[in-house]
């Protein structure tokens, strides 16, 4: 569940095995457009009395509008060229606007991405569980935040900007050396600094929806 100190964990990937290559990036094509809204006239409403009688005309819907309306879809995909490996992140919320957080985790490609209200703006490569300990597939919402958090099971490795998914300690979280080579106990675990930024926008309730091998395009539904 929780990442133990990587000096340790080296042994315990010894005992187990180790990580064949680096981890590899959906590829996330498609198309985005978005939706026109008309209004359709009435040959009926010419007379002033038809006018009068007829509603008024719907308001076009806002490019701002309709973002709002669909925080959940993909909207946008970082540029990220080939594969990303293992201690590499991304991020960039230059100029996206205000929308709900939600996380992805492919475990087959071992990258967590973030998006903001359908706008991705953060990917990284990250550390994952194993056979005896796997991270679990499902949707969970973050149940709760710890700035400076130490793992009681696992003579209190650094485990700080923890965003625990599960009751038994099942968490997002940094501190951990992330190189190929190393696994977690079923924690998902990125490098220091980006999560740090996910720790900061973030919130209880916010959605990290892992899977294996699904990928996502433009126009698709997150969540």
Request: hydrophobic share 40%.
């Amino acid at each position: 569940m929780e990442q133990p100190q990587p000096a340790k964990h080296t042994a315990i990937m010894d005992a187990m095995f180790k990580w064949i290559g680096g981890g590899t990036a959906a590829v996330l094509l498609g198309l985005g457009g978005a939706a026109l809204v008309t209004s359709i006239g009435d040959d009926s409403a010419s007379s002033p009395k038809a006018a009068a009688a007829q509603p008024p005309a719907p308001t076009p819907i806002s490019a701002a509008a309709e973002d709002d309306a669909e925080p959940f879809i993909v909207k946008r995909i970082l540029p990220i060229d080939g594969p990303i490996k293992y201690g590499e992140w991304h991020w960039d919320d230059a100029n996206v606007p205000d929308g709900p957080i939600v996380m992805t985790v492919d475990l087959e490609a071992r990258v967590l991405s973030v998006f903001k209200g359908g706008h991705e703006i953060g990917a990284a490569a990250v550390l994952l569980g194993t056979d005896e300990y796997p991270t679990p597939i499902g949707t969970f919402p973050i149940l709760r935040k710890q700035r400076h958090n130490v793992s009681e099971k696992y003579d209190n490795a650094p485990m700080p900007w923890s965003m625990f998914l599960t009751q038994d300690g099942v968490a997002i979280h940094g501190g951990s050396q992330v190189e190929n080579g190393y696994a977690s106990h079923g924690c998902i675990a990125g490098p220091d600094e980006f999560v740090s930024r996910i720790f900061a926008i973030a919130k209880p309730g916010d959605k990290v929806v892992i899977t294996r091998g699904e990928t996502l395009g433009m126009g698709d539904k997150i969540v």
